[in-house]
């Protein structure tokens, strides 16, 4: 129970970077399935999940400057 | 005594149990030695347990995908979250966390309470769980198809008892010099670390053949710290250019 609440939580105070994890996870998953398990699968599930990083810091960035 | 199953399971299992010793000395560094230690030990029951009851075929009884995937996935989840926080204290756009200060202001809200408390960190509990929990069965697959194709468990359980012992050994000679990194720097490689780990374990899980097998988590963590350094120098930069365009504007 206080396992899923942490995890709710972790959507809730950061839903792009879930989000991200979410797609880049999908794409791989979407690449191993149509036959390409190696480079093109390892390549844009790393870059995908380091653009998630990028895409919830420039969300923040934009937040504070704002304020 | 068949000296090279014993190798092979040696070499084997010894490569499972520094990454094991990896997450928990990150655990250990950045949330104490209670919460890594309850993790990691909870993990070896639970591990022992199975082995007790289900046997040889645990090798068939579990999905490793399905496990590899879930841990993965858990690890992500921590491990980008910190690498983020550490990013965005380095450059300046959150405050570097006082950990003096977090400690005392704990402290107080225990002594209102009127209890020591546990000490013990869910999330960090949980990370050093995961990690011993995975490699610990990867190891114990490896020691069961190794022992059993040569038909000599025996060897291949010794291999991997010294290969966990210098390991353990190898992790407390380490552990002091890594508590004089300052903490936002520790959280940061953890975060880089984890993060590294969590994508080489989900992309398993989904059935992603990555180069050189487990050496790919060096290729991966690599990136991860190249492109976090390179964007810290990027957003500080930004963060500069900015503040300069504001005195300009305030004194004209």
Same mark, same amino acid.
């Given at each position: 129970?206080?396992?899923?609440?942490?995890?709710?939580?972790?959507?809730?105070?950061?839903?792009?970077?879930?989000?991200?994890?979410? @797609?880049?996870?999908? @794409?791989?998953?979407?690449?191993?399935?149509?036959? *390409?398990? *190696?480079?093109?699968?390892?390549?844009?599930? @790393?870059?995908?999940?380091?653009?998630?990083?990028?895409?919830?810091?420039?969300?923040?960035?934009?937040?504070?400057?704002?304020? | 005594?068949?000296?090279?199953?014993?190798?092979?399971?040696?070499?084997?299992?010894?490569?499972?149990?520094?990454?094991?010793?990896? &997450?928990?000395?990150?655990?250990?560094?950045?949330?104490?030695?209670?919460?890594?230690?309850?993790?990691?030990?909870?993990?070896?029951?639970?591990?022992?347990?199975?082995?007790?009851?289900?046997?040889?075929?645990?090798?068939?009884?579990?999905?490793?995908?399905?496990?590899?995937?879930?841990?993965?996935?858990?690890?992500?989840?921590?491990?980008?979250?910190?690498?983020?926080?550490? &990013?965005?204290?380095?450059?300046?756009?959150?405050?570097?966390?006082?950990?003096?200060?977090?400690?005392?202001?704990?402290?107080?809200?225990?002594?209102?309470?009127?209890?020591?408390?546990?000490? &013990?960190?869910?999330?960090?509990?949980?990370?050093?769980?995961?990690?011993?929990?995975?490699?610990?069965?990867?190891?114990?697959? &490896?020691?069961?198809? #190794?022992?059993?194709?040569?038909?000599?468990? #025996?060897?291949?359980?010794?291999?991997?008892?010294?290969?966990?012992?210098?390991?353990?050994?190898?992790?407390?000679?380490?552990?002091?010099?890594?508590?004089?990194?300052?903490?936002?720097?520790?959280?940061?490689?953890?975060?880089?670390?984890?993060?590294?780990?969590?994508?080489?374990?989900?992309?398993?899980?989904?059935? #992603?053949?990555?180069?050189?097998?487990?050496?790919?988590?060096?290729?991966?963590?690599?990136?991860?710290?190249?492109?976090?350094?390179?964007?810290?120098?990027?957003?500080?930069?930004?963060?500069?250019?900015?503040?300069?365009?504001?005195?300009?504007?305030?004194?004209?």
């Amino acid at each position: 129970m206080k396992a899923i609440k942490v995890l709710v939580g972790l959507i809730y105070d950061d839903p792009w970077l879930v989000g991200g994890i979410v @797609v880049a996870l999908l @794409v791989a998953k979407v690449l191993t399935l149509s036959g *390409h398990a *190696h480079f093109a699968a390892m390549i844009p599930l @790393v870059v995908l999940l380091f653009g998630s990083i990028m895409l919830s810091i420039s969300r923040e960035v934009a937040k504070k400057r704002r304020a | 005594m068949n000296w090279y199953v014993a190798g092979a399971s040696f070499l084997g299992t010894a490569v499972e149990f520094v990454e094991a010793l990896t &997450i928990v000395l990150a655990v250990l560094l950045t949330k104490g030695w209670k919460t890594a230690m309850t993790g990691a030990l909870l993990a070896v029951v639970v591990l022992v347990a199975l082995v007790l009851i289900v046997g040889y075929p645990l090798v068939h009884a579990v999905q490793l995908p399905v496990v590899q995937f879930i841990v993965g996935l858990l690890m992500l989840l921590f491990g980008m979250r910190w690498l983020r926080k550490a &990013i965005l204290r380095y450059t300046g756009y959150k405050a570097v966390h006082d950990e003096g200060k977090a400690f005392a202001e704990e402290l107080e809200k225990q002594k209102g309470r009127g209890s020591k408390g546990s000490g &013990i960190d869910g999330f960090g509990a949980l990370t050093a769980f995961n990690g011993v929990f995975l490699e610990g069965l990867e190891s114990v697959f &490896i020691v069961i198809t #190794v022992g059993l194709s040569a038909h000599s468990l #025996v060897s291949a359980v010794w291999g991997s008892v010294v290969a966990l012992i210098l390991v353990v050994l190898a992790g407390v000679a380490f552990r002091s010099p890594l508590q004089a990194v300052p903490e936002n720097t520790l959280k940061f490689v953890v975060g880089v670390l984890l993060s590294s780990f969590g994508t080489f374990w989900a992309g398993e899980g989904l059935g #992603v053949a990555w180069l050189d097998q487990d050496v790919s988590i060096l290729f991966v963590a690599g990136f991860f710290l190249v492109a976090s350094l390179l964007y810290v120098a990027w957003l500080r930069a930004g963060r500069r250019k900015l503040m300069m365009s504001e005195t300009q504007s305030v004194s004209s």
